[in-house]
């Protein structure tokens, strides 16, 4: 009995325990039940649907580019591709693509491609096969349906300039993200997402951007999309208002046609660059498209440089158009006066060597009036050595030439404006007096860009440091920012010795004699004045000058001299400045003069035409003393 109950007790107690152990893990499973049911459901919840809707960024529109007067220059269109799931293919996506073929062009190694995309995809993602589509593409391709399984036509949006190639290297264009490009925004994963690459669209390109949406979908565990659930639009990209006039733009581009050559059209008053062009060009709209490798090529490969924008990086020696400069610095120093006559009898001795004028006889006795007007080379080498090599380079640096003039565009360049502490310290030579006879007449070390020679001459009219600029405004959806503009500042240089400078520019053009007289401005209203350049790029050798120098048309292309005239107008109320630079053109007063003229005329009678100019009341611009 004692064996008995003892055995009963030790099965209670182990039951005792059994059973607790049982209690006790039961309350923990209870508890951890409700801590994952009650307390932890919301983050649980969560992630389930995390798991169920996926958040897809969508991209916003791109924000218009339209010139002064609103007229559009870079917009969205939409654009029609074609796209192939793989399996709505009936298994056979290479088939597919065998019959798109036969309705669009298709290369080999384009589809080889286009399938190796397929086979990298889920079979339900479609693969884009080709973009930009014309409207008899998609009608043909929708009529043939039926036998392309697994083939859609989708409609996204693309950059599209109207106006073509007018304003190419001002705008710029749009491409595709390249991994070069910096990834802070998540827009740029975007497959298909263009960003600028050069000109205005490279310069605004965040504010033409925008904001992107996100798009909620309903997938499956494989990532199917089921459903559209939320969508919520971004801010679409900032319209910029350029200071350009479309009209005057399209006009120069088609002035300048096939040359080699730039202009610039500036507001002398504002800085407002009114047209910019430079030649040849380029269709933009090839970039967002895709270029093939032989339309590269050819651009790359064309020695007039069509992807150089000419007006801001083109460096030239300015020639002729430079001795407004040299005449400013001689005035300032008080080594000449307007009416003191220098004599030119065709060339200029320094030590043992001959400098040479433009006019084999010599222009004889002129003042700086009349040596404006014929371009006598003698008598600005005279000044040039009595004024000296760093009084000029300081006259040239405030009127922009050899500095950056700060235009909102990318891609300019200083040019070049020498002096003896820049030869020493990039050359290793001291500066050498014939050097300073050379520069007097825009020669040598000299460069310039053509927005440089326009700014150079709206200074001088004007007397102020005016400042080129392209922007106008900036609209976004809930403000207008414009660019702030600060009264420009005096340039420190006597009014009475611009007003020679300027006569001398007047006699250029509109008195007899004048070596651009040909192409004055017949309607006094309109006069214009300006100053022809010619620069040299070889040196003519002493046996050439002693039987004959040959004529640019007598030379290869390559070796004919730059034509170069700036100018402004209405003489008798200044409001624009222009410069014209025709590469290897041969002579400023036949080739660029015209142009210059052309366009001029143009600007003001667009004006006038709305009523914005001030025309000023007929006079016959003022004849040369000697003349009258």
Same mark, same amino acid.
């Given at each position: 009995m004692h064996r008995s109950s003892d055995r *009963? $007790?030790?099965? *209670?107690?182990?039951?005792?325990?059994?059973?607790?152990?049982?209690?006790?893990?039961? *309350?923990?499973?209870? @508890?951890?039940?409700?801590?994952? !049911?009650?307390?932890?459901?919301?983050?649980? &919840?969560?992630?389930? =649907? =995390? /798991?169920?809707? *996926?958040?897809?960024?969508?991209?916003?529109?791109?924000? /218009?580019i339209v010139d002064r007067f609103g007229e559009e220059l870079a917009v969205n269109e939409q654009n029609y591709r074609v796209i192939i799931t793989a399996e709505d293919t009936n298994g056979n996506p290479k088939g597919t693509l065998d019959t798109l073929g036969q309705i669009i062009e298709i290369g080999e190694k384009e589809k080889n491609k286009i399938l190796k995309e397929i086979k990298r995809k889920r079979s339900f993602v479609p693969v884009t096969v080709r973009e930009n589509l014309t409207w008899e593409e998609v009608a043909q391709i929708e009529v043939n349906t039926p036998d392309l399984p697994g083939s859609e036509i989708d409609v996204g949006q693309t950059r599209h300039y109207p106006k073509g190639n007018y304003s190419a290297h001002v705008l710029g264009y749009v491409a595709s993200v390249t991994e070069r490009d910096a990834k802070d925004d998540p827009l740029l994963e975007l497959p298909g997402?263009?960003? @600028? &690459? %050069?000109?205005?669209? $490279?310069?605004?390109?965040? &504010?033409?951007? @925008?904001?992107?949406?996100?798009?909620?979908?309903?997938? /499956?565990?494989?990532?199917?999309?089921?459903?559209?659930? !939320?969508?919520?639009?971004?801010?679409?990209?900032? =319209?910029?208002?350029?200071?350009?006039?479309?009209?005057? !733009? =399209?006009?120069?581009a088609e002035r300048l046609g096939e040359e080699a050559a730039a202009a610039v059209v500036l507001d002398i008053h504002t800085g407002e660059v009114l047209s910019m062009a430079s030649s040849p060009t380029y269709d933009p709209n090839a970039f967002n498209r895709g270029l093939s490798h032989k339309e590269w090529q050819n651009l790359i490969t064309n020695p007039r440089g069509p992807l150089t924008n000419k007006a801001i990086a083109g460096q030239y020696a300015p020639g002729s158009t430079f001795k407004m400069v040299v005449a400013l610095a001689a005035l300032e120093k008080g080594v000449i006066t307007p009416s003191q006559e220098i004599y030119c009898p065709g060339h200029m001795e320094l030590g043992n060597a001959r400098f040479h004028c433009w006019k084999r006889g010599g222009h004889g006795h002129v003042n700086m009036e009349e040596a404006h007007m014929h371009s006598c080379d003698v008598y600005f080498y005279e000044i040039a050595k009595r004024t000296g090599i760093n009084r000029i380079h300081d006259m040239a640096r405030r009127l922009g030439i050899g500095e950056l003039n700060g235009i909102d565009l990318p891609g300019e360049r200083t040019g070049l404006m020498p002096s003896r502490d820049w030869k020493l310290a990039t050359i290793g030579a001291p500066w050498q007096g014939g050097e300073t006879l050379i520069t007097g007449i825009g020669q040598g070390y000299v460069l310039a860009t053509?927005?440089?020679?326009?700014?150079?001459?709206?200074?001088?009219? %004007?007397?102020? $440091?005016?400042?080129?600029?392209?922007?106008? $405004?900036?609209?976004? %959806?809930?403000?207008?920012?414009?660019?702030?503009?600060?009264t420009f500042e005096p340039l420190g240089i006597s009014q009475a010795h611009l007003k020679i400078v300027q006569r001398g520019m007047n006699a250029v053009t509109n008195i007899p004699g004048g070596t651009a007289f040909r192409s004055r401005i017949k309607e006094a209203e309109f006069a214009m004045a300006g100053k022809t350049g010619t620069a040299q790029v070889r040196r003519i050798s002493k046996s050439e000058r002693d039987t004959r120098v040959l004529k640019n048309d007598e030379l290869p292309w390559e070796l004919r001299d730059h034509a170069l005239f700036v100018a402004f107008a209405p003489y008798n109320n200044p409001r624009y400045a222009v410069s014209v630079v025709v590469e290897h053109g041969g002579s400023g007063s036949k080739t660029a003069a015209p142009i210059a003229r052309d366009i001029l005329l143009e600007a003001q009678r667009r004006e006038s035409a709305r009523g914005e100019l001030l025309v000023p009341t007929k006079t016959t611009p003022k004849k040369n003393e000697k003349e009258a």
């Open positions: *009963s $007790k030790l099965f *209670s107690r182990r039951a005792a325990v059994l059973g607790g152990g049982k209690l006790v893990l039961m *309350s923990a499973l209870v @508890g951890r039940m409700y801590y994952l !049911q009650v307390v932890e459901a919301p983050r649980f &919840k969560t992630m389930a =649907e =995390e /798991n169920r809707i *996926s958040i897809r960024l969508l991209p916003p529109p791109r924000g /218009n997402f263009r960003i @600028g &690459k %050069s000109g205005i669209e $490279k310069l605004h390109d965040l &504010k033409l951007r @925008g904001t992107g949406g996100t798009s909620q979908v309903e997938v /499956n565990a494989l990532g199917r999309v089921i459903q559209e659930v !939320q969508r919520q639009d971004g801010e679409p990209g900032a =319209e910029i208002t350029l200071t350009l006039d479309a009209g005057l !733009q =399209e006009m120069v053509p927005l440089q020679l326009a700014v150079m001459t709206a200074r001088i009219v %004007s007397g102020t $440091k005016i400042i080129p600029h392209l922007t106008r $405004k900036i609209t976004t %959806s809930d403000a207008v920012e414009v660019p702030v503009r600060t």
